[in-house]
């Protein structure tokens, strides 16, 4: 083990660095004082080391490598607290003033908008012109003037810049987060009108350039006559541009384990730089000749880069290798994990937040595990036919990927292609073979007999590898859904990992211990969270926008009621909440359509729906909505715990009080704000207890 981080040395130095970035980002130990008292106390500490150095003290070897980690653990923690100072304290356009912003990325055209980036660069509030730094995502009412944008283009708005927010309901995915990690912390809605295009560019003329190449080749897969679900990926594939590829696609490609092909990354980077190295092989005969291999490669590479619009993904991806190759051309046996580690380290000290990417964790886990299980697994079995044994090489590489990567994907995606196998052994080549059609088409796109001839052939071959993906996924068991992985859990199985990797390349009886420890922790804390589970008692309103939605957690079952139950409905649904529902370990969810509440009348041991009326573990609720507040004229007074106001009902105070005896009011998520803002109004005046699922998110009650 210490000999592994001697000749690492760049895992030494990226261990305390990711600690201490860690360390700053959960507990924020560092302030403004903190940084004026303790920065010139390690710059003087490491002084003190060199001057020891040099006169070959023997405080070096106690004292220098404690001071140089303590150095980088603050290096990290003050990489984190740059970056959120930074941000926090950006200054936004007061509301009603005419801002200039710069168009920064390819748009994404949906049916009804288009969302690109935008970097606020000046406002004019008033008589007086400010100038801002502020980076933001616009979202424009599709039509035919936004749908031109392109990087570099300079536009007029008038509108009010909203700050992101924050996920409403418990465990959905943090579009906020998403976007911090990426340095935007603000977004903006444009309608038709509300904006104007100027005849002026400006921006970074490379990355303005590269995704105006990125288009350009999308056009050319356009004028070969490739269209939808085989143009879709081909720019996916090829040039790292997903806004074609739509839900149905997505889905097929990550339920059969292939979803990796889609982001343009380490696997495209790989292909390339292995044919490269076969290509320049000869050039290895020199010192001279390593250098020129590796600056062709490099350069090859960057290119690749710059092909397809410089996404955080290809730079992660073309600097592992860079580096890779910059130290093998040093003539000496460089370690790969000194590689990726130098890579990492490098890449953390431009935006150290990438470290809670799960792009950058998921590509060097699995480069790292790449690197040190394929050998031993491909030594497991051997094969005289040559294809055969090309075919388990592929295997070998699958099978030590998924080592590394599985805990992540258990805890992000909660679920596992079962079939990951069978789909790496044929996507891997195809995309190797589509890969190289496309820089054929692009190379030769001029000559059109050509480029009609090589489009054919890329467009079938397409079409062969979504038809394969597409099988794969509805294949019966294709993949196993519904798996909640604790932070705890994810640790506990990277301790199996190691632990059982360290007593199969040792035989050491320690290891093998710590891998039984291990399993009977996860075991323990499995048992615990089933027990949990079964017992949970919860009722929550979901802030869905424009939508009622309310669920019931009874042990493993649950009970959605919502307005609608056509599919786009219930995907907008599970969108918001399905996180949620897995993470409570649900086995089993029923539906049932609130609009059509005079056919509705369920009945179980501790839930009763009747038409508008809902009551679970004892606890009352009635959904006032447009139907039910016409059904209230002549009844008698309901007793609920509490009240629902939905779709847009309102009416006075006292009129409530006459016909309801409750509690607690909730407005849920399907009354629009105008209408929210009348309830705080009105409410405001009673001093009753109220709640705002569109202000404060989800309202949840345990039982």
């Given amino acids: 083990m210490l000999e592994f981080f001697r000749i690492n040395p760049f895992i030494r130095i990226l261990i305390p ?11 924020q130990l560092l302030s403004s004082d903190i940084v004026v008292f303790f920065l010139p106390i390690l710059v003087i500490l490491i002084l003190i080391s060199f001057y020891f150095i040099n006169k070959r003290s023997t405080y070096t070897s106690t004292s220098f490598a404690p001071t140089v980690y303590l150095f980088l653990f603050f290096t990290g923690m003050y990489l984190v607290y740059s970056f959120d100072s930074r941000l926090e304290n950006i200054s936004v356009p007061d509301k009603g003033s005419v801002i200039m912003a710069k168009v920064k990325d390819l748009p994404a055209e949906k049916e009804k908008t288009v969302r690109t980036g935008l970097e606020i660069i000046g406002a004019r509030e008033g008589n007086n012109s400010k100038d801002y730094s502020l980076q933001a995502i616009a979202i424009f009412e599709n039509d035919s003037i936004a749908r031109t944008l392109m990087p570099g283009d300079i536009i007029l ?134 250098l020129i291999k590796a600056t062709i490669i490099i350069l090859f590479l960057v290119f690749f880069a710059f092909l397809t619009g410089l996404s955080p993904s290809v730079i992660r991806a073309v600097t592992m290798f860079s580096f890779i190759t910059a130290g093998n051309s040093l ?60 075919a388990w090489a592929l295997v070998a590489v699958s099978v030590a990927a998924q080592i590394g990567t599985l805990p992540l994907t258990l805890y992000y995606f909660n679920q596992f292609p079962n079939y990951f196998i069978i789909t790496n052994l044929v996507v891997i080549p195809l995309t190797a073979v589509i890969l190289y059609l496309a820089i054929a088409l692009f190379v ?21 590898l979504n038809t394969i993906v597409s099988e794969i996924d509805g294949a019966p068991f294709s993949v196993a859904r519904g798996i909640h992985l604790p932070p705890i859990s994810v640790f506990l199985m990277y301790l199996v990992i190691f632990s059982l990797s360290a007593w199969f390349f040792t035989r050491v009886k320690k290891y093998l211990f710590l891998t039984l420890f291990a399993l009977l922790a996860m075991v323990t804390l499995n ?44 995907g907008k ?67 609920v715990d509490y009240l629902i106001i939905s779709e847009n009902v309102f009416t006075q105070a006292d009129e409530l009080s006459k016909k309801f005896d409750f509690n607690k009011i909730i407005i849920d998520s399907s009354c629009s704000k105008y209408i929210c803002d009348k309830w705080i109004e009105e409410l405001q005046k009673t001093g009753w207890q109220y709640y705002i699922v569109r202000n404060e998110g989800a309202f949840i009650i345990e039982i």
């Fill in 17 to 27: 660095l990711i600690t201490g970035i860690f360390f700053q980002i959960y507990i």
């Fill in 157 to 290: 708005f008038s509108g009010e810049i909203l700050e992101t927010e924050p996920p409403k309901n418990p465990c959905e995915f943090s579009y906020k987060n998403y976007l911090y990690i990426k340095g935007i912390t603000h977004q903006v809605f444009l309608k038709a009108g509300q904006w104007l295009k100027t005849d002026h560019t400006g921006g970074n003329f490379i990355y303005n350039f590269s995704c105006l190449a990125q288009k350009k080749l999308i056009d050319i897969f356009k004028e070969n006559k490739i269209s939808g679900n085989e143009l879709a990926v081909l720019s996916a594939l090829t040039l790292g541009y997903k806004d074609l590829l739509d839900n149905e696609v997505k889905s097929a490609y990550s339920s059969s384990g292939a979803m990796h092909i889609l982001s343009v990354s380490g696997l495209h980077a790989g292909i390339i730089y292995l044919v490269l190295v076969s290509f320049l092989g000869f050039l290895n005969r020199s010192k001279s000749g390593r």
């Fill in 331 to 390: 003539g000496r046996k460089i370690s790969t994990y000194n590689s990726l580690a130098a890579s990492a380290f490098f890449l953390l000290l431009f935006n150290p937040y990438q470290i809670l990417d799960v792009g950058f964790q998921l590509s060097y886990i699995a480069v790292f595990s790449i690197v040190f299980f394929q050998k031993p697994v491909y030594n497991l079995l051997y094969f005289k036919n040559k294809l055969a044994e090309k």
């Fill in 444 to 464: 030769f796109s001029f000559i059109a007999p050509v480029a009609g001839l090589l489009s054919y052939i890329l467009e079938k071959t397409t079409y062969i």
């Fill in 527 to 570: 048992t615990y969270n089933y027990f949990e589970t079964i017992n949970t008692k919860m009722a929550i309103i979901y802030s869905v926008s424009g939508r009622p939605v309310y669920e019931f957690f009874d042990g493993k079952t649950s009970y959605l009621v919502t307005d609608s139950l056509d599919t786009e409905t219930i």
């Fill in 573 to 639: 649904i599970d969108f918001h909440t399905g996180k949620n529902r897995i993470v409570s370990g649900v086995d089993k969810t029923m539906r049932f359509e609130l609009c059509k509440t005079q056919k509705l009348d369920f009945r179980e041991k501790n839930l009763i729906i009747r038409r508008h009326f809902i009551s679970f573990m004892g606890q009352h609720f009635f959904v006032l909505n447009k139907e039910s507040f016409r059904g209230l004229i002549g009844k008698k007074k309901v007793k």
